[in-house]
Nanobody
Framework: QVQLVESGGGLVQAGGSLRLSCAAS????????MGWFRQAPGKEREFVAT????????YYADSVKGRFTISRDNAKNTVYLQMNSLKLEDTAVYYC?????????????????WGQGTQVTVSS
């Protein structure tokens, strides 16, 4: 089992920045590719970004490309999501997820473990 705990969410004005963190425990963190997803009210959970086990490959949804950056620190068992130039439409609950096999997947079903989520609200 892998336990994932997100933090760093909050209320921010449009154009501002937030950094989300996801702390992992339970298994060897570096064995897992990590991803960030988000879910807005009334919408399906959608892919945001993913990073491979070593941290040298990343992949983003078009909607966040150039604004968000995913990174990881395997020594700290933590994955991050730096969010800049936030827009109203970025408002959602953000989830981190871990997958043991593969990298680059955009489907939630490809991930094995999930955190409880952290709320990000962007105001005008």
């Amino acid at each position: 089992q892998v336990q994932l705990v997100e933090s760093g969410g909050g209320l921010v004005q449009a154009g501002g920045s937030l950094r989300l963190s996801c702390a992992a425990s339970g298994r060897t963190f570096s064995n897992y590719a990590m991803g960030w997803f988000r879910q807005a009210p009334g919408k399906e959970r959608e892919f945001v970004a993913t990073i491979n086990r070593s941290g040298d490959a990343t992949y983003y949804a078009d909607s966040v490309k150039g604004r968000f950056t995913i990174s990881r620190d395997n020594a700290k068992n933590t994955v991050y999501l730096q969010m800049n130039s936030l827009k109203l439409e970025d408002t959602a609950v953000y989830y981190c997820a871990a997958r043991f096999v593969g990298f680059g997947g955009e489907r939630a079903s490809e991930y094995d473990y999930w955190g409880q989520g952290t709320q990000v609200t962007v105001s005008s």
